[in-house]
């Protein structure tokens, strides 16, 4: 039986992060998920519609950081 007053888990949140924690100084970019320092901070407390904004913004980010620095 289950206590209708107890508090469900936290819901998980979708993250890009591949755990390669790198920011490009040129960029100011994370070498990993390609979010900025100021979006990888808050991104916990983002809305979801931010979030989604910021991750439809992603594929376009990465022209900006020097192939060499992606092994390219």
């Not at 508090?7 to 790198?22: E, F, K």
């Not at 990993?32 to 910021?54: H, K, N, P």
């Amino acid at each position: 039986m289950s206590d209708a007053s107890a508090p469900s888990p936290p819901r998980a949140i979708a993250s890009p992060c591949v755990m390669v924690c790198t920011v490009d100084g040129a960029s100011g970019l994370c070498l990993g998920c390609l979010r900025t320092l100021q979006e990888i901070a808050t991104w916990s407390r983002m809305t979801d519609e931010g979030r989604a904004d910021v991750m439809a913004d992603l594929p376009g980010r990465k022209s900006r950081i020097d192939p060499k620095l992606l092994g390219e």
